[in-house]
């Protein structure tokens, strides 16, 4: 596509409810990047896909989050259990190869709310 | 791991005037740094990035400066106007495959 393309834009749950949020990346890019940015701080990095390679995951912050990739197309991100902490935007990223090279380009994120 | 810190955190300038945002990095084997505008609402966009082999690069109105030596970096934007008004992110990544690190972020305000 055209640019990262992240769904739902919005999402309300209750506490404690599962919850799954889908990234589709720039068709061609191998790296893929989610970052949770709470309202009015900074991005925080969860977990990073490059091409077929053992995902990075040193920035989820609990068993509760995890995240898959096929190949090197669609990711999803689950957070079980959900709490009201978990309330964030999502951003989904991807790049050519690697960042370092490339640069990010930014999905429009998910806004998840818990109640 | 890598640590990046930003200064200042709020910056309010007059339309026209100058802005300098300047960040630190902790990692010496970090060696690309790009620049995100964040506007309300709206996802981080790459504005300017620059590698380690460079000490500046400039775009029109905005110039990023790289001090490796010191470890710091920071973005110049000359005469400023209202849409430059966001939120910028500086980010700094060490390695090959590495995923980027950011600092915490400068609201900008430009006052017309």
């Known amino acids: 596509g055209a640019g990262v393309s992240q769904s739902p834009s919005n999402k309300v749950t209750e506490k404690g409810k599962d919850v799954e949020l889908r990234c589709d990346p720039i068709?061609?890019?191998?790296?893929l990047y989610w970052y949770r940015q709470r309202l009015g701080q900074g991005l925080e990095f969860l977990i990073y896909?490059?091409?077929?390679?053992?995902?990075?995951k040193s920035g989820l912050p609990s068993d509760r989050f995890s995240a898959e990739r096929t190949g090197e197309s669609v990711s999803t991100l689950t957070i079980q259990r959900t709490q009201q902490e978990d309330s964030a935007v999502y951003l989904c990223?991807?790049?050519?190869?690697?960042?370092?090279?490339?640069?990010?380009?930014f999905g429009s994120g998910t806004r998840l709310t818990v109640v | 791991g890598e640590n990046v810190e930003q200064h200042p955190s709020t910056l309010s300038v007059q339309e026209g005037d100058s802005a300098v945002i300047k960040c630190t990095y902790s990692?010496?084997?970090?060696?690309?740094f790009p620049w995100y505008k964040q506007e309300l609402g709206k996802r981080p966009q790459l504005i300017i990035d620059?590698?380690?082999?460079?000490g500046e690069k400039k775009d029109q109105r905005i110039a990023v400066t790289l001090n490796k030596t010191a470890k710091h970096f920071s973005l110049h934007i000359t005469e400023t106007q209202p849409e430059d008004s966001a939120v910028y992110f500086c980010?700094?990544?060490?390695?090959?495959?590495?995923?980027?690190?950011f600092g915490p972020g400068t609201r900008l305000s430009v006052l017309p």
């Open positions: 620059i590698r380690s082999n460079v």
């Open positions: 990223a991807s790049s050519l190869d690697q960042a370092r090279t490339y640069g990010y380009t």
């Open positions: 980010a700094a990544s060490r390695r090959q495959g590495q995923n980027f690190v």
């Open positions: 896909f490059q091409g077929n390679s053992a995902p990075d």
């Open positions: 068709s061609g890019h191998t790296a």
């Open positions: 990692d010496s084997a970090s060696n690309y």
